[in-house]
Structure formats: structure tokens, C-alpha cells
């Protein structure tokens, strides 16, 4: 505007279509400054030019009444082209931002769709597994304990200090190990239903922490609860000290002598949340869609069984497990409603656990 209006005062009157050229470059900045500022800025920049350039014409061509006439008139369309400018920048802003929102919710909806199949395919093969799983555990059981009873004989006749008492003991421990394993196995295939309580979360923690509290000490590990006071959850107290258990096992494993655990309790829109984090090397990104299948592990000695276990409890419960990976260590969230599945509102989204 402001270089039209020089160029107005600079050109010569005498040549008086250079000047009406100069007023319709006017619309420019107005349908521009419309753009931007919508209807105020459209009427504001036209009633600006308007009034310029009738004032400049008006003093230099007083006398030309019809010239005169037509030129007011563009100052009226000036004003015109601001607001119709302005109506339709407005709308077309509305209308992108309606299209942006309609979006960012099919991509959510496609998110969430493409998560629950995902859990429907991992249930799927939960229970083909939970049964496979139940079959060998009764087939393996029974010759197991034959074993187990024919070992026994052999040690109470074995002399101490003999080859036979060594090897029978060692044979023993084995058993046994089998035998806890087969119970895994049990666990994961036929877990029960929740038998809910009231209870205060840190109780359940309590406990996980003084379980586990010796290996801790000896791996250089220290574990730090933050106690946030919050409201009672209704959850089976002996699953949840199974399912945190394994969660803070696993955190404590993997982090570093002198690293720490930190566990944090939140709620969030009826839901109880709490975070496990540990310091160790994180999750790799091609296991993250692995952690919960069954027999997956990265341990050299893991059953790949205890993520699993807890994950069907958690849903159990009307909840979820997230993995939240850092570039320090891994975050686990548990995530229980705060009232029963059947009074709960739809399960929050993630920060997801994302890779």
C-alpha cells in the first residue's frame, strides 16, 4: 500500500490511466491482508485504499464529476472485495482445520483398530498355546513324579559321600526345577479369575520388594518406590504381587551394579498407573511386538513366561501393559481401573507404548 500510494504522488496527472492502473493493484493487499485477518483485515485495508485514493483523486481531478463517480465506486468494491475476501478465507480455514481434526481421527481410529487386532491375534494364540501348554504339563507331570519318587529311594539308600547320593541330588534339583516349570506352564494356560478386593497398592508393592529385596542387594541394584497416596484398587492382591513380581525381577535383572529401579503410582481418569523403570540397555526395537508372546525371552535362562503370565492377568483385570522404551533403561506401565471392568470407561491410549 504504501508503495502505491508513492507511486501515486510521484506520477504525473496528466497521465491518468497510470493512475487507475496504481488504484487497481489496491485489491492486492487487500485480498492478502483478507487472507490473513479475515473480514476485519479485508475491510480495514479496502477502507485504508478507499480513502487514499479518493482523497488523491479528489484533489487532482476536482472538475471530472464522472471520473470522479467511477472512482468512489471502486472504493465501494474495494471494501466489498475485503469482506467477500475475508468471508471466504475464513471458510476455507474453518473447512482445513474440519478435514486436519477428521484426520487425526481416522489415523486414531486406524491406530486403535490396528492395536485390537493386534491383541485379538495375540489372544488367539494364547489360548491355542494355553492349551498346548496344559497337555504337556499333565503328560510331562505324571512320569515326573515317578521320577521324583524313584530318586528319593535312590538317595535314602545312597551312602554319603557316594557317586549315586551326588548324582541323585543333582537329579533332584532338576526335578524340581521341571516341577516349577510345568507350574509356569500351568499358570499361563489356566489362570483364574480375580478374586477382587479393595486394597492399597503399595501394600501389593510392599511386598514385591521384600521378595525380591536379596537379589537386589546382590546385584548392586536398589529399588525406590514413590509413594504418591492414592485410592484403593480393586484387584486380586496375590496375582498382582505375581504380575509385579515378574515386572521388577525383570527391571532389576537388567539394570547395571550400582543402577536403580524406580517405581511410581499415578492415577489418571479412574485408571492406576504404575511405572516401572529400570536403568539397563532397553528393549531392542524388533522384540517390542515379541515381549508378550509366550516362551520369548532374551534371557539365557528365561522361560520367556513371565511378561506373559502378567499380561493375562492385567487384562484379566480390565487393564493393560505398556512398554515405553528411553534411550536410558525401559519404562513397563501397569495399567488397573480403579473401579471394576464393568463400571469403567473406555482404556486410556498410550504416551504406547511405542517402540
Known amino acids: 500500500m504504501v508503495a502505491i500510494s508513492i507511486a501515486h504522488y510521484t506520477t504525473d496527472p496528466a497521465r491518468i490511466w497510470w493512475h487507475v492502473a496504481y488504484q487497481d493493484l489496491c485489491y492486492g493487499p487487500i485480498l492478502v491482508a483478507a487472507y490473513w485477518f479475515g473480514v476485519p483485515g479485508g475491510v480495514a485495508t479496502a477502507v485504508v485504499a478507499g480513502l487514499g485514493t479518493s482523497l488523491h483523486f479528489h484533489n487532482e481531478w476536482e472538475s471530472n464529476t464522472p471520473f470522479l463517480v467511477a472512482e468512489y465506486g471502486q472504493a465501494v468494491g474495494f471494501v466489498i472485495a475485503g469482506a467477500v475476501g475475508g468471508i471466504l478465507a475464513t471458510a476455507e480455514r474453518r473447512a482445513t482445520r474440519r478435514h486436519e481434526e477428521a484426520l487425526a481421527a481416522l489415523e486414531a481410529a486406524h491406530a486403535e483398530l490396528q492395536k485390537s487386532h493386534e491383541q485379538l491375534l495375540r489372544a488367539d494364540r494364547l489360548s491355542s498355546l494355553g492349551e498346548i501348554a496344559a497337555g504337556l504339563a499333565h503328560e510331562i ?13 535312590i538317595a535314602s539308600r545312597a551312602v554319603t559321600g557316594s557317586p549315586e547320593q551326588e548324582f541323585s541330588a543333582l537329579a533332584s534339583r532338576e526335578v524340581v526345577r521341571l516341577e516349577g516349570l510345568i507350574q509356569e506352564f500351568l499358570r499361563f494356560a489356566r489362570p483364574h479369575e480375580p478374586r477382587r478386593s479393595d486394597v492399597n497398592i503399595f501394600d ?3 511386598r514385591v520388594v521384600s521378595l525380591i529385596s536379596r537379589e537386589a542387594m546382590d546385584l548392586g541394584v536398589s529399588i525406590d518406590v514413590e509413594r504418591t497416596p492414592v485410592l484403593p484398587v480393586s484387584i486380586d492382591p496375590d496375582q498382582m504381587v505375581q504380575v509385579f513380581l515378574n515386572v521388577v525381577l525383570n527391571a532389576v535383572q537388567v539394570s547395571h551394579s550400582g543402577g536403580r529401579v524406580e517405581i511410581a503410582v499415578s492415577t489418571r481418569d479412574g485408571w492406576l498407573a504404575v511405572d516401572v523403570r529400570d536403568q539397563g540397555p532397553g528393549i531392542r526395537p524388533e522384540h517390542l511386538s515379541k515381549v508378550f508372546d509366550p516362551f520369548f525371552s532374551t534371557k539365557k535362562r528365561g522361560t520367556g513366561l513371565g511378561l506373559s503370565i502378567s499380561n493375562r492377568i492385567v487384562l484379566g483385570h480390565g487393564g493393560r501393559i505398556e512398554i515405553q522404551p528411553s534411550n536410558h533403561g ?7 481401573p480403579l473401579a471394576t471392568p464393568a463400571n469403567t470407561a473406555r482404556s486410556p491410549r498410550p504416551a504406547e507404548a511405542t517402540p
Open 330 to 336: 525401559t519404562v513397563i506401565r501397569v495399567l488397573v
Open 204 to 206: 501389593v508393592l510392599d
Open 141 to 153: 507331570g505324571n512320569p515326573l513324579a515317578g521320577v521324583k519318587g524313584a530318586l528319593e529311594i
